[in-house]
């Protein structure tokens, strides 16, 4: 699994942003798949999650509603569409991919695999 994130940029608050996770491994059908954020002088922070076949989703409270995870198992990519958008979700995001047989696997612990982040920045 060799994961890279993309899409990120700067946008007005209320506005919208989809950002992406490619694989460019084999193995992409086989794992849960989830995105976290790190904001800076944050700890790094759980924000959603997708199980191997896109048949169970897990939101954080904080994006429940405005964000969407999806993936395409046919493309090996994950996606993030972010709605709404707050300068609160202003932050580096990345992806994640987990073998562990756990859900909804909302912590970092679970997850074998990052990607090295893309930036957010929503200005108010």
């Known amino acids: 699994v060799q994961l890279q994130a993309s899409g990120g940029g700067l946008v007005q608050a209320g506005g919208s942003l989809r950002i992406s996770c490619v694989d460019s491994g084999y193995t992409f059908s086989s794992y849960g798949m989830g995105w976290f954020r790190q904001a800076p002088g944050k700890e790094r922070e759980f924000v959603a999650a997708i199980s191997w076949n896109g048949g169970r989703v897990y939101y954080a409270e904080s994006v429940k509603g405005r964000f969407t995870i999806a993936r395409t198992n046919a493309k090996k990519t994950l996606y993030l569409q972010m709605n709404s958008l707050e300068p609160e979700d202003t932050a580096v995001y990345y992806c994640?991919?987990?073998?562990?047989?756990?859900?909804?696997?909302?912590?970092?612990?679970?997850?074998?695999?990052w990607g090295q982040g893309t930036q957010v920045t929503v200005s108010s």
């Open positions: 994640a991919a987990g073998a562990r047989d756990t859900w909804p696997r909302r912590y970092s612990w679970e997850y074998d695999y």
